[in-house]
């Protein structure tokens, strides 16, 4: 983490972003930003990762599992929404925006 805040491995934005269900360890980024299509496990001990895995045999399950994933990544991480949420700060930091006035 770095000033902060969470963050996510690129591997599983990847994931998501290519509608793909992920099992991964549930540390606080993952779980806090992971979002649908994210299954978290509480440790990578094979039993563990084996049942929660269990749920993706099914394609149909996999499949709305990776449409979900996807969607949110599209509405909450994706490079557009993450550009229109830090351009504010950015037109501020150059001067580029009057800063905000609070009330």
């Given at each position: 983490m770095s000033g902060g805040r969470l963050q996510l491995p690129a591997k599983l934005l990847d994931a998501q972003r290519?509608?793909?269900p992920v099992v991964a360890t549930a540390t606080p980024p993952i779980v806090e930003l992971g979002g649908p299509?994210?299954?978290p496990i509480d440790d990578w001990r094979l039993s563990t990762a084996l049942t929660a895995l269990d749920g993706?045999?099914?394609?149909?399950?996999?499949?709305?599992?990776?449409r979900a994933a996807n969607k949110y990544f599209n509405e909450n991480l994706s490079a557009e929404v993450q550009a229109r949420a830090l351009a504010p700060?950015?037109?501020r930091a150059l001067g580029l925006e009057p800063p905000?006035?609070?009330v």
């Amino acid at each position: 983490m770095s000033g902060g805040r969470l963050q996510l491995p690129a591997k599983l934005l990847d994931a998501q972003r290519f509608g793909r269900p992920v099992v991964a360890t549930a540390t606080p980024p993952i779980v806090e930003l992971g979002g649908p299509g994210l299954i978290p496990i509480d440790d990578w001990r094979l039993s563990t990762a084996l049942t929660a895995l269990d749920g993706l045999v099914d394609p149909a399950v996999r499949t709305q599992l990776g449409r979900a994933a996807n969607k949110y990544f599209n509405e909450n991480l994706s490079a557009e929404v993450q550009a229109r949420a830090l351009a504010p700060e950015l037109g501020r930091a150059l001067g580029l925006e009057p800063p905000a006035v609070s009330v």
